[in-house]
């Protein structure tokens, strides 16, 4: 079972550049099902029904998120369970919307993809998400899966590698997102679990994390409170991601990243 996962889809710009590439991308790499993160999928923080069935309509199937869930319509979308949507699974347990995990049917097979978020430089006070992963792969232990997939959401590199290595041998593929700077390191670590450390994200490819990179660093230069505008007419998007070839449940055969640049015509 071959995987496509794409970083943070961020605002319009990013929901248009996966629009105009998923299909060429699902074909060059055969595969079978595609996920993204959507937190940053409505004007750069948040989800709506909108902007969701829009990425699902141009064909992704199944979407991770991280911290910003919570904005626009994302406590009602969790609720659904009629949207393949979910959230980190190591919010503190008075967090009962939505879910952390899920199994979902890939043809004849079935995946299960985790949501963890870290706890290095958050601000909030997230539980363990390395107890947490083995409080779910025991869960899933009364399962069969074809697939197991984690979505680290994490502000440190070190702490997405930490977790790889904790989960080498245990997953099919351990990948990291919210940094959108897409890293070099995608590789099968010694056990044969897929990892990179941050897939990256799919939006204006000359910004900064997808917004006015003239406006950030006015912010960063004057030190002051400017707040950068998320784009939404562009020119030049980027869809970055990886590809994932499953063994099974604890294995992965290869891992590639993705990385191209989309021409708004």
Known sequence: MNVIFLGDIVAR??????????????????????????????????????????V?????????????IWKKEGKDILQDKAVPLIRPANYPKAVTLGSGFKLVDVLTKRLAVINLIGRTFFRNHYDCPFLKADQILKELEKHFVDGIIVDFHCEATSEVKALGYYLDGRVSAVIGTHSHVQTADAELLPNKTAYISDAGMCGIKYSVLGRDKEEVLEAFLKQDSVCANWYNDWELGTVQGVVVGL????????????YEDVLNK
Do not use: C, M, W
């Open 247 to 258: 063994k099974n449940s604890k294995a992965a055969i290869f891992i590639e990243r993705i």
């Open 56 to 68: 699902r309509e141009a064909g992704v199937d199944f979407f991770t998120s991280g911290n910003h």
């Open 13 to 54: 710009p990013g929901r248009e550049s996966v629009r105009f590439l998923i299909d060429k991308l699902k074909k060059r790499y055969k595969a079978d099902f595609v996920i993204a993160n959507a937190e940053n999928l409505a004007h750069g923080k948040g989800v709506t029904y909108k902007t969701l069935q829009e």
